[in-house]
């Protein structure tokens, strides 16, 4: 405890002083003359503040000369060239360095020019580069926008191929007959460059044609920097490699068709990495996580994973092959299959399936998935009169077709924009009868930021679906709809939102309804908190029953760890309480939704 009080008692000395330096705190120097009243900030702010007191005249006198520099480069930076800056010491004691600034008038642009060292490009690109300099005559002579005016004039000659262009030093006449600024710039455009196909440098197993094959461009095409750097994010895209450079090869390397390669230079992580993995629920009980996976196996940035896992409710056992830019840019090949062990409080399932997914990205966060699966399985009803009239012994084929809309700014964090998603599966079931159906299930969320920092976020939740063609007794418990838990209605066990049997077993449903209200606040740069309300309702008979709507509601704690946040909610539930716990826990890396 005495430990305690004193590091509390340090911390407030060191505030205090902290405190009275702020207030020691003084200008560097003391601006005097006829300024406007931003251009007068300005210089303050670039003369700046100090906190030793002055002891001598010279080093007043050092102090007046420095902020005199200080204050010229200010007046120069907004236009000012025919200004008068004189360095001084006050008469007092202690002496008050002073700078006595007449900024004189204003100079204005006069008409830029660009002066081609070399050959001139064609024809097109010159008036591209004449738009680039945006200089309007008459507008005040900022330096740095005649300095931005040089950098776009080479990045548009850039972008239209003139991969070399680079500015020799400019002229700059200053005229202070008519107060004008008058720029000359002198730039070497090069000559046009034409790509040629990637050559690849490695020590790894990537193949040359792969990466050839990922090249947004075709060889004679125009160099473009946002084709070379397109190329280079599809290959960091597939996680697959340490570091990945991309660049131009030096024009001594041009063909004699006048053409250039592009240097792809390729550091490939390990080629085997083992993760492992522990959870623990009061309603799930104990899991344990394993993945095993191999990179590249095929030299196109490939990905072998095996995984297991072992827990009281899902044990499965399988395999995935992940192909990144499968046959075509941004999009991706998953082939996988398995063997599981599922037992819940509605069903028991073993059984083993395999599926196929392609999913095409659009932008950053947007996807398209179309794929399929086949399933044979085992399905045991907790009741037996509740069995699928299919029987116990099901073949499950599906396709599925899903899109996901994504216009928030962060995936594990999002303060401000929307998310929609929505999945259809057309099934059918094979058995004892033959059964088909389509599963429909649509999601939307949207974040609203109530300050400028979005410190503050209101964020909502609606998720609604639908089985259409079976009944109850036909559809397996397995594919019915279930809610409840942490990543639908919080306050409630996993699946014991909806129907039940007799012994309180959950029933499952065909129609599913879900909402959630929650408002976040940062209460300092790592610690935040939220306060959350969840509604949802499943179905029997197809159509939502919202007089049977279960609600929960609690609070949470966040804790960021600057790529996410860790996310503890304490949940309990509100309405259509059946005997559960008086509360919920859960545990999570990432927001709710």
């Known amino acids: 405890m005495g430990r305690l009080i004193y590091a509390v008692a340090a911390a407030a000395a060191l505030c205090v002083q902290g405190l009275g330096a702020e207030a020691r705190a003084e200008p560097r120097a003391r601006v005097e003359g006829e300024l406007g009243d931003d251009l007068r900030d300005a210089i303050q702010r670039a003369i700046g503040d100090i906190d030793d007191p002055i002891e001598t005249r010279f080093e007043a006198r050092r102090r007046a000369r420095a902020a005199a520099e200080d204050a010229i480069a200010v007046l120069r930076s907004e236009g000012y060239y025919a200004y008068s800056v004189e360095p001084d010491v006050s008469e007092s004691d202690p002496p008050v360095p002073l700078v006595r600034i007449q900024p004189g008038p204003r100079f204005t642009l006069g008409e830029a020019a660009i002066d081609w060292q070399g050959e001139a490009p064609d024809e097109p690109s010159q008036a591209a580069a004449r738009d680039a300099v945006d200089l309007e005559p008459g507008a005040p002579g900022r330096a740095a926008e005649v300095v ?12 239209r191929g003139y991969a070399d262009a680079s500015p020799r030093p400019r002229e700059v006449i200053v005229d202070h007959a008519d107060d004008s600024l008058t720029p000359t710039y002198r730039i070497a455009a090069g000559r046009l460059v034409r790509l040629n196909g990637v050559e690849l440098r490695t020590d790894g197993r990537t193949r040359p044609a792969w990466v050839d094959g990922l090249a947004p461009w075709t060889p004679g095409e125009r160099y473009s920097p946002d084709s070379v750097g397109e190329l280079e994010r599809r290959l960091l895209d597939t996680g697959v490699y340490d570091s990945v450079t991309v660049a131009l090869a030096p024009a001594e390397r041009e063909t004699a068709e006048g053409l250039r390669p592009v240097v792809v230079s390729l550091a490939e992580r390990k080629r085997r990495s083992i993760e492992a993995g522990a959870s623990y629920s009061t309603t799930d009980g104990a899991g344990v996580d394993v993945r095993w996976t191999r990179y590249n196996v095929l030299g196109r940035a490939d990905t072998l994973a095996v995984l297991g896992r072992l827990s009281e409710q899902d044990s499965r056992v399988g395999v995935d092959l992940t192909l990144p830019h499968w046959r075509r840019a941004q999009q991706t090949l998953v082939l996988g299959a398995a063997a599981y062990d599922v037992s819940t409080d509605a069903y028991d399932e073993t059984g083993f399936g395999v599926r196929t997914d392609v999913t095409r990205r659009y932008g950053k966060t947007s996807y398209l998935t179309v794929g399929g699966t086949l399933d044979a399985s085992r399905t045991k009803d907790r009741r037996p009169e509740d069995l699928s009239s299919l029987g116990r012994d099901i073949v499950t084929a599906s396709v599925l077709g899903e899109v996901l809309l994504d216009r928030s700014n962060d995936p594990l964090d999002p303060r401000r924009g929307w998310r929609v998603a929505a999945r259809a599966e057309p099934t059918v079931l094979l058995g004892e009868e033959n059964l088909p159906y389509v599963r429909v299930q649509v999601q939307g969320t949207g974040y609203l930021p109530l300050d400028d920092q979005a410190r503050t976020v209101l964020a909502g939740r609606l998720r609604v679906g639908r089985i259409l063609n079976g009944s109850i ?3 397996p418990a397995s594919r019915r709809f279930f809610a409840g838990g942490g990543g639908s209605v919080r306050g409630f066990p996993y699946q014991a939102v909806g129907p039940r049997l007799a012994d309180n077993t959950p029933k499952g449903g065909l129609s599913l309804f ?9 209460l300092t ?3 935040g908190v939220a306060l959350f309300v969840d509604a949802g309702s499943v179905g029997s008979s197809g159509a939502v029953d919202l007089g049977d709507l279960a609600v929960g509601a609690g609070f949470g704690v966040r ?4 790529f996410a946040p860790i996310r503890v909610d304490i949940a309990t539930p509100v309405s259509n309480r059946r005997g559960e716990a008086a509360f919920q826990i859960y545990l999570s890396i990432g927001q709710s939704f």
Do not use: C, F, K, M
């Open 148 to 159: 931005a005016a040089e950098g776009r004039i080479v990045a548009t000659l850039q972008g």
């Open 473 to 475: 007794p036909e559809v």
């Open 514 to 522: 879900e909402a959630s209200a929650e408002v976040r606040r940062d």
């Open 525 to 527: 740069e790592r610690w």
């Open 559 to 562: 804790y960021n760890l600057g």
